[in-house]
């Protein structure tokens, strides 16, 4: 590979653990007015600028000995990267990825398989690592372990929520189904949920009476599913 065959950022977005992340152009890292702030946020700043913007970056061998700290020219593309997530155009280069499915579905089964967004807990680089954003369910998860160690901050904490009032069409319906406990197929009582008191813990074989009792009154679930005769098969005493 010559030096010459590509600039830092192409190298570096192209990284398999930062499938996250989306390649920043040129002409929005050059412009200072959307740099404003982030001089006093990465050290040796110019620097690390020309850095990342090295259009004859040695994909090889990486930084010369006297260029700026790597981590350095991270968390500056990071910072930028979050900035331009949240334009027009950036936000359409996300939503070609999210369509792709680059960050991954939500684990929540009820949720079938809704694509999620990258977000960060906070703004400031170095506090806690990406999360996936489900707009379904409205939760957080942790992400896919490729790209699980990326800074949080390299997205933000408002990207979802930008990408969706500018993508409104994309947002899905809230889930209709929601997961019920059961025991031979009855729903039990929020009683039976909760942790046993102290007094509670060493009833020995009459506390699992007890339990019982707290499924619900033997109603059957309605689960359109099981054959009627088997539900009305349990009873209790
Ligand atoms: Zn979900």
């Given at each position: 590979m010559s030096?010459?065959?590509?600039?830092?950022?192409n190298w570096f977005v192209g990284l398999h653990s930062n499938g996250f992340l989306c390649r920043v152009p040129y002409e929005f890292a050059r412009d200072k007015f959307n740099l404003t702030g982030l001089e006093t946020m990465v050290t040796n700043f110019q620097d690390t600028l020309d850095a990342i913007l090295n259009s004859e970056f040695d994909m090889q061998n990486g930084f010369d000995a006297d260029d700026s700290h790597p981590e350095m020219a991270e968390q500056l593309y990071g910072l930028i990267h979050a900035r331009y997530i949240l334009t027009r155009r950036g936000i359409s280069d996300m939503?070609?990825?999210?369509?792709?499915?680059d960050f991954g579905v939500c684990p929540r089964t009820y949720c079938n398989e809704q694509l999620v967004l990258p977000l960060g807990l906070t703004d400031r680089i170095g506090e806690s690592h990406v999360k996936v954003y489900c707009s379904r369910c409205q939760d957080i998860y942790q992400p896919s372990?490729?790209?699980?160690?990326?800074?949080?901050?390299?997205?933000?904490?408002?990207?979802?929520h930008?990408?969706?009032?500018?993508?409104?069409?994309?947002?899905?319906?809230?889930?209709?189904?929601?997961?019920?406990?059961?025991?031979?197929?009855?729903?039990?009582?929020?009683?039976?949920?909760?942790?046993p008191s102290p007094d509670e813990s060493d009833l020995g074989d009459s506390t699992s009476k007890e339990q019982l009792k707290h499924l619900e009154q033997a109603?059957?679930?309605?689960?359109?599913?099981?054959?009627?005769?088997?539900?009305?098969?349990?009873a209790f005493d």
């Open positions: 030096k010459a065959d590509g600039s830092w950022i939503c070609l990825k999210y369509q792709r499915g372990a490729r790209c699980a160690l990326l800074d949080g901050a390299m997205f933000g904490s408002s990207f979802p930008m990408f969706f009032m500018q993508l409104p069409h994309l947002l899905p319906e809230p889930p209709i189904e929601k997961y019920t406990p059961r025991i031979y197929g009855f729903k039990l009582h929020d009683l039976a949920l909760l942790p109603q059957p679930v309605q689960d359109d599913n099981r054959p009627s005769k088997r539900r009305c098969n349990f």
